[in-house]
Structures are given as structure tokens and as C-alpha cells.
């Protein structure tokens, strides 16, 4: 079992920035990947971006340039610093984690609003 836990959601203004984080516990060795999603209200829940357990990283193209993914020195605690945030950035935040057998595991949810 893993569990996801987020914080650093809130209001920020166009153009701000954020930095969310994510502690992972649990059985950790079995996680291949993690990162985050995003939805926003009345749309699927999309890709934000990941990282592999060595290091490979992959972003959505709306956030591309935008926003940055990382770990701590341990790999239990996943960041997204979030800059230059848009309106369209507005969605609930999710953590995720993959294990190498195919489970898949979610944090509550955290609330980004970006808004003047």
C-alpha cells in the first residue's frame, strides 16, 4: 500500500507562482513513477507531468516551460513548482503514483485557483 498526501494548493494571481508537494509512505520501493494530474471543473482529469524512479521526466505541452517537477534526496516527496501560472491552470492538483506491477495510487486533491 502507498499513500499520497498533498499540500500547497491556494489562490495565487495571474503571472504567480506556486510549489506543491507530495509525501509518499508506504510501501515506496514499489513505485515506478510518480507525479501529478490535474482537473478542472467539468473536464477529464489530464496529465500534468511525471517522473520515473531514475529520473525521466515528462510534461504536458501547456505546462512545458512553465512549471517544473521534482524529488527530494529520499524520492518519498514529490514537487511541482508551478510559475508564470494562467487562469486555464485553475483545476484541482492530484499526486500520483505507479507501482511496476500496475497499481495505481491518488492523493486527495489539492485546489489551485488562478485568479486576478
Known amino acids: 500500500q502507498v499513500q499520497l498526501v498533498e499540500s500547497g494548493g491556494g489562490l495565487v494571481q495571474p503571472g504567480g507562482s506556486l510549489r506543491l508537494s507530495c509525501a509518499a509512505s508506504?510501501?515506496?520501493?514499489?513505485?515506478?513513477?510518480m507525479g501529478w494530474y490535474r482537473q478542472a471543473p467539468g473536464s477529464q482529469r489530464e496529465l500534468v507531468a511525471t517522473?520515473?524512479?531514475?529520473?525521466?521526466?515528462n510534461y504536458a505541452d501547456a505546462v512545458k516551460g512553465r512549471f517544473t517537477i521534482s524529488t527530494d534526496n529520499n524520492k518519498n516527496t514529490v514537487y511541482l513548482q508551478m510559475n508564470s501560472l494562467k487562469p486555464e491552470d485553475t483545476a484541482v492538483y492530484y499526486c500520483?503514483?505507479?507501482?511496476?506491477?500496475?497499481?495505481?495510487?491518488w492523493g486527495q486533491g489539492t485546489q489551485v485557483a488562478v485568479s486576478s
Open positions: 508506504g510501501s515506496i520501493a514499489t513505485i515506478s513513477t
Open positions: 500520483y503514483g505507479a507501482s511496476f506491477t500496475g497499481s495505481v495510487y
Open positions: 517522473v520515473t524512479g531514475i529520473g525521466y521526466i
